[in-house]
């Protein structure tokens, strides 16, 4: 059996990547495909614990080492126990952030050696790399709003200065520039069901998905 297909959404907070996530794991089961949702930081029981520590608001003065080194953790069991077997029984797995996050939040955002964050990047994933990757672009500051208005759990990363998301933004915007073959930049500000259209067209386009 062939391995499955791997996709992942990134964008920041607000950029409705979750909601995309779920609706694409729903039209592909429609289509025939095992697909599978999963999320980071999180995906499996040990990951959702650290995933507390790293959202709690009050935990202000993690240094930007641990915090990355925390969602590696995170990241480490979420592949080993639920990526790496779904794509080995030839599923999609589609996955709300993944290590590309730590390349923008930790790497450009924080500032760390991106050397470093790709060098225990790769120890942590096993060298898993997505076969797309879907960045939902939207302006920081309307993201940001998004979540105020929205009701939505308002975490340590989302109280970081607008400076900070500014780079997010950037460093996101480099990554996608440097591998265009993986990285599709879709623009957020539309409505749900245009953008919906658009990440299934790039899906459904995409060499490594097999028709059924």
Known sequence: ??????????????????????????????QGYEALLTREPGGTAIGDQIRNVLHRPDNVGMDPRTEFLL?????AQHVSQVILPALAAGNVVVCDRYADSSRAYQGYGRGLALEMVEMITGFATQSLTPDIT??????????LERRVLGGEEWNRMDAEALAFHQRVRSGYLELAGADPARWSVLSANRPLEELQAEVRAVVS????LVAK
């Open 1 to 30: 059996m062939s391995r499955g297909t791997f996709i992942t959404f990134e964008g920041p907070d607000g950029s409705g990547k979750t909601t995309q996530a779920r609706l694409l794991v729903e039209w592909l089961g429609d």
């Open 71 to 75: 969602y590696s953790a995170s990241r």
């Open 134 to 143: 879907l960045y939902l672009d939207i302006p920081p500051r309307e993201g």
């Open 205 to 208: 386009a995409h060499r490594k």
